[in-house]
C-alpha cells in the first residue's frame, strides 16, 4: 500500500489506544508516527484514515503509475505463475493489483482486514462473477478450501505486518495451497537492517530537539526510515516460518524501495516436492528503486494512460 500520511483528525497517546504512540512529530501540517504497526493501526490507517486519493494508484507514481509497475515491476516477477485456476491476493486495497490479476485466473478471492476496502473492491468489479471479496481478521484465511489456491499474491501490503501476522498466513498457506501452488508476497525487511534502527534513533533525537528540520529529515529518509515497515519481519526469518510450516521457500529479492536501505522482500513459497521446489535462491537487488525510476522515464516518453 505504501507509507501512510496521517490526517488531521487527533491520535490519542494512551495504553489502551491502538494509536499509542512515544514519539509524535507534526510536519507540513500532518502527523507523522514512526514505529511498528499493529493489526488494529493497519485496520484504522487504511481503512478510515487514508484518503486513497487515486484510489491507491498514487502509490504506483514512483513507476509512473500502475500500468508500468505491473509490466515493469510486477509481471515479470510472477509470469511463471500465471494463469492460474485460482488466485488468492491478501489485502487488495482498492483493486490496484486485482484488476491486472483478473485477466489471469479463472477465480480471484480478494481478502482484506478492512471492510471499506472490501466494499470498494466488490462495487468496482461487481460485473466480474469470477471475483468474490472477503472481510478477515488480518491472520486467516476461512474463505479459502483446503488445497484450493494456486498462486497467492500480495504485494505493497504485508510489508505493514509483524511476523507474528506472517507466522499465521504462513500456517494458512500450508492448508490452502495446491501441490503446485506458490504464493508470492511482498514483506519487511527491517529486521535485518541494525542501520536504520540508529538512523531512526537519530532522528527522533534532532525532530525532537530541532523540529524546524523536520521536513529535511523527512525528505532525507533519517526521519521514519522504517517507512512504515515491520521491525520483526526479515528474509531470512521468512524463509524459516516457511519451514516450520512444513513448505518450502525457493526465492527471495532483497530490494530497497525509495531509498537506500534493504528495507523490503519478496518471497516465493511452494510445497515440498512441487514443481517448483528447490533451494532457495536468495537475490540482494539495491537497484529496485532505480528501476522503478527508469520505468517512470519511460512512462513520460510512451505512456497514454489517462
Known amino acids: ?62 513507476w509512473g503509475g500502475p500500468t508500468m509497475q505491473w509490466y515493469g515491476a510486477i509481471f515479470p516477477r ?12 491478501i489485502a487488495p486495497g482498492h483493486g490496484r493489483w486485482t484488476a491486472f490479476l483478473l485477466d489471469h485466473c479463472d477465480d480471484l478471492l480478494g481478502v482484506d482486514l478492512s471492510e471499506n476496502c472490501i466494499d470498494v473492491c466488490r462495487e ?19 474463505m479459502a478450501h483446503d488445497n484450493s489456491v ?22 494458512e498457506f500450508a492448508r490452502i495451497l495446491t501441490k503446485d501452488g506458490a504464493a508470492f508476497f511482498h514483506h519487511s525487511n527491517n529486521g535485518a537492517d541494525t542501520s536504520v534502527r540508529a538512523v531512526d534513533r537519530y532522528g527522533k533525537v534532532v525532530a525532537e530537539r530541532l523540529p524546524a528540520l523536520t ?6 529518509g533519517v526521519l521514519d526510515p522504517y517507512a512504515w515497515r515491520a521491525l520483526s519481519v526479515s528474509a531470512p526469518l521468512v524463509e524459516k516460518l516457511a519451514s516450520d510450516a512444513g ?27 512441487s514443481r517448483w521446489d528447490r533451494q532457495n535462491v ?25
Open 1 to 62: 500500500m505504501g507509507s501512510p500520511r496521517w490526517s488531521r483528525r487527533s491520535v490519542i497517546d494512551s495504553p489502551s489506544s491502538p494509536f499509542n504512540v512515544s514519539f509524535l512529530v507534526r510536519s507540513e501540517g500532518l502527523l507523522y508516527r514512526p514505529g511498528m504497526p499493529s493489526l488494529e493501526e493497519n485496520e484504522a490507517v487504511w481503512g478510515h484514515d487514508y484518503q486513497w486519493q487515486s484510489g491507491g494508484d498514487e502509490w504506483s507514481a514512483m
Open 78 to 89: 510472477i509470469r511463471a505463475f500465471l494463469p492460474s485456476t485460482r488466485i488468492l491476493e
Open 124 to 142: 468496482r468489479f461487481a460485473d466480474l462473477p469470477k471475483a468474490s471479496f472477503f472481510v478477515n481478521d488480518g491472520t486467516s484465511l476461512p
Open 150 to 171: 494456486d498462486f497467492v499474491f500480495s504485494f505493497d501490503s504485508l510489508v505493514h505486518v509483524e511476523i507474528d501476522v506472517l507466522q499465521s498466513y504462513m500456517d
Open 215 to 220: 521536513p529535511v529529515l523527512k525528505r532525507a
Open 247 to 273: 513448505l518450502r521457500c525457493v526465492g527471495q529479492e532483497v530490494i530497497n524501495w525509495s531509498g537506500r536501505s534493504l528495507t523490503d522482500c519478496i518471497s516465493l513459497i511452494c510445497r515440498p516436492g
Open 282 to 306: 536468495v537475490a540482494i537487488n539495491p537497484d529496485f528503486g532505480s528501476e522503478a525510476r527508469s520505468l517512470n522515464k519511460a512512462q513520460k516518453a510512451f505512456g497514454f494512460e489517462t
